[in-house]
């Protein structure tokens, strides 16, 4: 046995005691400069940025190796660095285009951990092989693209030991820990309907997506300068690269995009490449209800409405309806309670009309209270509706949650409400994050950084242990993979619309042939995993 083939044993063993030893046992592991988390990541601007740079800022992680399908990111990375992270010398670390080649290196550069801020279908080629060299990941949101994939992930987390958070970075917020408390107390009732919103897509999809892409067919633009195509497309079948649409085209996009087709960030709405709304959004805006409710199992899922239906990228808009199962309670004063079956409904769309507006929401008339005082369904959320209230949260990620019981004559902030504050505080609160309450996003600039820190704590051995995870993450498989179970059968609901899909988490399986062969990717030669 090597040497880095002992450290690595040594890692994922003490990866392993982190996640499920005792509350407040530290492991101090030298590694870099300072004994500091060698980090690599890969994508490294926009989301990517935002990813890794706070752990770099934080003085627990280095930066020695990153990865981009387009080298022009690489100098726009470092120009922000150079504002954002003073001392930091960027111009001799590592960069690779093609993430199979960073792979290669990373016992080369001992790299203990990696963020992963990509296009949705390459989390997990990239994750699945991190991991198996004992590295501990932060995958950005949705985990992956499929639930193929999905099953592999957890199935090589556990195998080797490592740390996982995934990027819903509202997790660590005060307000969303909080509600999360007050819903798990039974102050509701019995809970079996829920609705969740969003004003995405903001991405071009829908009919003219569809309609240009198969109108051009296999002629394809010149390849932009920088880009590495063929690794950006990765395990995706190939294709040509089809740089921007034609002034003119008809083409759903609410933010004006740039016309750009595939790159960078249009690829979400492609099927091959993203989630669509639903996977983008459902890990912020679905995290109250599935932790708060503590959901299982989702056992069937059908799209109930939708607009611009086609087979290239989603729909415009669409509303999907899902079965959560029964349960037994595990957290909070109602441990050991037999839990009702949950109905949630999703919708997502973009107003055009009313920019900034959701094009596909919930009846108003599910939320009296609400409307009588403000007028309208908020923008985005999420309404838990029981047999002694309902709880309603205003924003994408928490920060805005409010309760009315069922003698209020109107909400209250769930910090605020007498009967909430009478519930007993069972969830750490993250210090480095902010409660953020009544603030917008943008004035939340910074909150997620408990969130990253977290990952990085983990790893190190520091810190709470949570009861929900049994980790240190409070995002880790344990949470995430069923919640992005329940999110990615809808996803092939969307795909399937009007049929009723029933899905069995045992067995990975669905009750329809079209629906089944939704589940595994494509998965291109020289891009196995």
Not at 337 to 355: C, I, N, Q, R
Not at 411 to 434: C, G, L, T
């Amino acid at each position: 046995m090597g040497i880095e083939t002992s450290r690595r044993g040594f890692l994922r063993g003490i990866a392993g005691v982190a996640a499920v030893g005792a509350a407040g046992n530290v492991f101090a592991i030298g590694r870099g400069a300072g004994g500091k988390i060698r980090l690599a990541a890969v994508g490294v601007d926009g989301k990517g940025y935002s990813d890794w740079s706070p752990m770099v800022k934080s003085g627990l992680a280095e930066l020695v190796a990153w990865c981009d399908a387009d080298e022009t990111k690489r100098d726009v990375a470092m120009r922000k660095a150079k504002k954002d992270l003073p001392g930091v010398d960027l111009s001799k670390i590592p960069f690779f285009t093609d993430y199979r080649k960073l792979l290669e290196k990373c016992g080369e550069y001992k790299v203990d951990a990696m963020t992963i801020s990509t296009p949705d279908h390459v989390h997990a080629p990239v994750a699945v092989q991190a991991m198996k060299q004992g590295i501990h990941v932060y995958v950005q949101k949705p985990l992956v693209r499929t639930l193929w994939e999905l099953d592999y992930f957890n199935r090589t987390a556990k195998e080797n030991g490592v740390v996982v958070q995934m990027g819903n970075q509202g997790s660590s917020l005060d307000s969303m820990r909080r509600c999360t408390e007050v819903l798990q107390s039974g102050i509701l009732g019995e809970i079996t309907e829920v609705h969740v919103w969003t004003n995405r897509a903001v991405w071009p999809q829908g009919t003219g997506v569809a309609n240009y892409v198969k109108g051009r067919g296999a002629n394809g633009d010149p390849v932009r300068k920088g880009l590495d195509w063929n690794a950006w497309l990765a395990t995706a079948e190939e294709r040509p690269f089809l740089d921007k649409y034609p002034k003119g085209t008809k083409v759903y996009d609410p933010w004006k995009l740039g016309s750009n087709v595939y790159h960078p960030f249009t690829w979400r709405g492609f099927l091959d490449f993203g989630c669509g709304a639903f996977g983008d959004m459902a890990c912020h805006t679905m995290n109250l209800p599935f932790r708060g409710l503590e959901l299982a199992n989702v056992t069937d899922a059908e799209c109930v409405s939708i607009d611009q239906y086609n087979d290239v990228a989603y729909p415009a808009k669409s509303v999907v309806k899902m079965t959560y199962a029964a349960r037994t309670a595990k957290f909070g004063p109602q441990k050991g309670k037999a839990l009702p079956a949950v109905t949630l409904f999703w919708y997502d769309g973009y107003d055009e009309s009313k920019p900034g507006q959701s094009a596909s929401k919930p009846d108003a008339a599910l939320m009296p209270k609400w409307i009588a005082k403000h007028g309208s369904v908020p923008n985005t959320g999420c309404l838990i509706i029981g047999t002694k209230g309902q709880v309603l949260m205003q924003d994408d990620y928490g920060a805005k949650c409010a309760i009315a019981l069922d003698a209020d004559k109107e909400f209250k902030d769930v910090f605020k409400h007498e009967a909430a504050k009478a519930v007993a505080r069972s969830i750490p609160f993250r210090k480095d994050s902010a409660a953020a309450a009544g603030k917008s996003t943008v004035e939340m600039k910074g909150f997620a950084n408990g969130h990253y820190i977290e990952f990085l704590d983990a790893i190190n051995g520091v810190g709470s242990v949570y009861e929900q995870t049994h980790s240190r993450c409070f995002s880790d498989i344990e949470y995430c993979i069923p919640q992005m179970e329940g999110i990615l059968v809808g996803c092939v609901a969307q795909q399937l619309p009007g049929k009723k899909l029933k899905w069995c988490s045992k067995s990975q399986k669905f009750d329809l042939d079209a629906a089944n062969a939704l589940v595994k990717p494509n998965i291109r030669k020289g891009f196995e995993f």
